[in-house]
């Protein structure tokens, strides 16, 4: 309905003030981006130009909308050489789907529409998708909409959550707000598995599982000096911390000694084997993933992908050992 | 064989002529029956019909107005070779995915860029097979222009009929036998390298 697919029964929808009904509806949708569940790529097209769609449309320069194709690929880590000449029926779902998000964000619409996009693919893929999508959004600022019936999602995604029922808006609120205070009883039955069976009871999240005394360095610190800061703190690992303090990968005392050569950046030797989650991760997932991977510890990340701190086995068992006992207290 | 040059070289234009009318009649009035949905069983019946006729009551038909000649064999064929384009562009245009049609409608696409894009492109396949079909009907079609009074291959095999000569016969029918299979695969084979994207 807000690009007019659709037109309301009564009602009116504003994007800025503005009646989107005053607006011609061509014009409207090319500032709209739009992702709808079945990909939809054009299948006559390739990559590149599936993504140039509205760009085209809006008669942009050809220079202008192949740097848009460009840097778009990139974002997503589909070298433009190797996908831009693709139709779509040589990529994977997954693949399109990207497709699919890029072409909406092409005309860089201050809106995104997306009708539950993710629904059709495979939850690994979704969840690479889904996380994506955070990124992209982050970095380029837009207000989505984002139609799911997958409360997992709304909860990972969502800044705020509209819960609607047979179209009508039952409660509208921050994902934290609407799983401690559920206006109905759907919703609470809807929220159910991320609600545990603490009913009532504030749930845990990655950020209450971690500790924030974490060794960090800097990526241009050399090796030895590395070594030196790790045993003074008699720990076997480290957290590297890239230019702008956002996490670059983790280093451990093996790697260094099998690996590492004096004078040396530490940076160098950073690599990727720890699992990294969100603070808003449910607590339970967390433990899930930590007990399930063979690291030693999970990173917890800032949503501008700094370092809020780690979750390793005891600082699990300690948070977890408080909640229980507050609960059995209480 | 020499003489026959000519004969085929008619009968290919008179072929060609129709062809390039029908398709451009064809087209019209496959994308009318899809963008209007309460006119598309009127336009099909109406090709449908058309097609029903037997081609020697057609072309008398036609004599009366169009004469002797090859205008009226030309007309004839446009008339035979417009069922399979206008049927296959309606159906080709009617079986994209609704998926497709909303994504393109909901980029911001007119009517006329969905259909230019999106649309046409993709039931271009069966738009191509449709084509294929009226070109191979109308090359044995056109045979019958010979009575009236239009040229081609039709005259050899005529003439040949007349005189009971069987070799006249085959004269002018296998021209026109191998024009047709060699049609068929040429067109084929363009088909494929126009569409890229089917895999």
Same mark, same amino acid.
């Given at each position: 309905?807000?690009?007019?697919?659709?037109?309301?029964?009564? %009602?009116?929808?504003? +994007?800025?003030?503005?009646?989107?009904?005053?607006?011609?509806?061509?014009?409207?949708?090319?500032?709209?981006?739009?992702?709808?569940?079945?990909?939809?790529? /054009?299948?006559?097209?390739?990559?590149?130009?599936?993504?140039?769609?509205?760009?085209?449309?809006?008669?942009?320069? *050809?220079?202008?909308?192949?740097?848009?194709?460009?840097?778009?690929?990139?974002?997503?880590?589909?070298?433009?050489?190797?996908?831009?000449?693709?139709?779509?029926?040589?990529?994977?779902?997954?693949?399109?789907?990207?497709?699919?998000?890029?072409?909406?964000?092409?005309?860089?619409?201050?809106?995104?529409?997306?009708?539950?996009? /993710?629904?059709?693919?495979?939850?690994?893929?979704?969840?690479?998708?889904?996380?994506?999508?955070?990124?992209?959004?982050?970095?380029?600022? *837009?207000?989505?909409?984002?139609?799911?019936?997958?409360?997992?999602?709304?909860?990972?995604?969502?800044? +705020?959550?509209?819960?609607?029922?047979?179209?009508?808006?039952?409660?509208?609120?921050?994902?934290?707000?609407?799983?401690?205070?559920?206006?109905?009883?759907?919703?609470?039955?809807?929220? %159910?598995?991320?609600?545990?069976?603490?009913?009532?009871?504030?749930?845990?999240?990655?950020?209450?599982?971690?500790?924030?005394?974490?060794?960090?360095?800097?990526?241009?610190?050399?090796?030895?000096?590395?070594?030196?800061?790790?045993?003074?703190?008699?720990?076997?690992?480290?957290?590297?911390?890239?230019?702008?303090?956002?996490?670059?990968?983790?280093?451990?005392?093996?790697?260094?000694?099998?690996?590492?050569?004096?004078?040396?950046?530490?940076?160098?030797?950073?690599?990727?084997?720890?699992?990294?989650?969100?603070?808003?991760?449910?607590?339970?997932?967390? /433990?899930?993933?930590?007990?399930?991977?063979?690291?030693?510890?999970?990173?917890?990340?800032?949503?501008?992908?700094?370092?809020?701190?780690?979750?390793?086995?005891?600082?699990?068992?300690?948070?977890?050992?408080?909640?229980?006992?507050?609960?059995?207290?209480? | 064989?020499?003489?026959?040059?000519?004969?085929?070289?008619?009968?290919?234009?008179? @072929? $060609?002529?129709?062809?390039?009318?029908?398709?451009?009649?064809?087209?019209?009035?496959? @994308?009318?029956?899809?963008?209007?949905?309460?006119?598309?069983?009127?336009?099909?019946? $109406?090709?449908?019909?058309?097609?029903?006729?037997?081609?020697?009551?057609?072309?008398?038909?036609?004599?009366?107005?169009?004469?002797?000649?090859?205008?009226?064999?030309?007309?004839?064929?446009?008339?035979?070779?417009?069922?399979?384009?206008?049927?296959?562009?309606?159906?080709?245009? =009617?079986?994209?995915?609704?998926?497709?049609?909303?994504?393109?409608?909901?980029?911001?696409? =007119?009517?006329?860029?969905?259909?230019?894009?999106?649309?046409?492109?993709? !039931? $271009?396949?069966?738009?191509?097979?449709?084509?294929?079909? =009226?070109?191979?009907?109308?090359? =044995?079609? !056109?045979?019958?222009?010979?009575?009236?009074?239009?040229?081609?291959?039709?005259?050899?095999?005529?003439?040949?009929?007349?005189?009971?000569? $069987?070799?006249?016969?085959?004269?002018? !029918?296998?021209? @026109?036998?191998?024009?047709?299979?060699?049609?068929?695969?040429?067109?084929?084979?363009?088909?494929?390298?126009?569409?890229?994207?089917?895999?």
């Amino acid at each position: 309905m807000i690009n007019r697919l659709l037109e309301p029964d009564s %009602g009116e929808i504003s +994007i800025d003030g503005v009646n989107i009904r005053s607006k011609n509806p061509v014009e409207l949708r090319r500032s709209i981006g739009y992702v709808i569940q079945q990909i939809g790529l /054009f299948p006559n097209m390739t990559v590149e130009q599936n993504i140039a769609v509205v760009p085209k449309l809006l008669k942009m320069p *050809k220079e202008k909308w192949r740097q848009i194709v460009l840097e778009l690929l990139e974002l997503v880590g589909m070298p433009y050489e190797e996908y831009a000449d693709k139709y779509p029926s040589e990529l994977s779902g997954g693949q399109q789907q990207r497709i699919g998000v890029l072409r909406a964000l092409a005309a860089s619409p201050p809106i995104v529409l997306m009708d539950e996009p /993710f629904g059709a693919l495979d939850p690994i893929t979704r969840d690479s998708l889904q996380e994506e999508v955070r990124k992209l959004q982050k970095r380029l600022k *837009k207000t989505i909409v984002f139609v799911t019936h997958d409360m997992e999602e709304a909860l990972r995604l969502a800044d +705020i959550i509209v819960f609607m029922n047979e179209g009508e808006i039952v409660q509208m609120a921050s994902p934290e707000e609407m799983l401690h205070n559920p206006a109905s009883d759907m919703i609470r039955d809807f929220m %159910g598995r991320h609600t545990g069976r603490n009913n009532g009871q504030p749930m845990l999240f990655a950020e209450d599982l971690m500790r924030t005394n974490v060794l960090k360095v800097p990526y241009s610190l050399n090796t030895l000096e590395s070594i030196d800061r790790m045993s003074r703190r008699e720990v076997n690992s480290v957290i590297v911390l890239d230019e702008d303090d956002t996490f670059m990968g983790t280093v451990t005392l093996d790697t260094v000694r099998e690996r590492g050569k004096a004078g040396r950046k530490i940076g160098e030797l950073a690599g990727d084997n720890v699992p990294l989650i969100d603070r808003r991760m449910p607590a339970q997932e967390a /433990f899930d993933l930590l007990i399930g991977s063979r690291a030693d510890y999970l990173v917890v990340l800032n949503e501008d992908r700094t370092v809020a701190g780690i979750v390793t086995k005891t600082s699990m068992a300690k948070a977890m050992g408080d909640a229980l006992w507050k609960a059995v207290l209480s | 064989m020499t003489d026959l040059l000519p004969l085929i070289g008619e009968h290919l234009l008179i @072929v $060609f002529i129709a062809t390039v009318i029908a398709v451009i009649i064809g087209l019209v009035l496959g @994308v009318m029956s899809y963008w209007m949905r309460f006119a598309a069983p009127i336009i099909i019946w $109406f090709a449908e019909a058309l097609q029903t006729i037997p081609s020697l009551a057609l072309l008398a038909l036609l004599m009366i107005i169009f004469g002797l000649g090859n205008a009226t064999i030309i007309v004839g064929l446009v008339l035979y070779a417009l069922l399979p384009i206008v049927r296959n562009t309606n159906t080709g245009l =009617s079986t994209v995915s609704p998926a497709i049609r909303d994504a393109a409608r909901g980029m911001g696409m =007119s009517r006329l860029q969905r259909l230019l894009k999106v649309e046409l492109p993709l !039931a $271009f396949p069966l738009i191509f097979s449709g084509i294929k079909i =009226s070109i191979v009907n109308s090359l =044995s079609i !056109a045979v019958m222009g010979v009575l009236i009074g239009a040229g081609g291959l039709g005259y050899p095999i005529y003439r040949g009929i007349q005189t009971q000569n $069987f070799a006249a016969i085959m004269r002018g !029918a296998i021209p @026109v036998m191998v024009m047709a299979v060699l049609f068929d695969f040429v067109m084929s084979s363009i088909e494929k390298r126009l569409v890229k994207w089917a895999k």
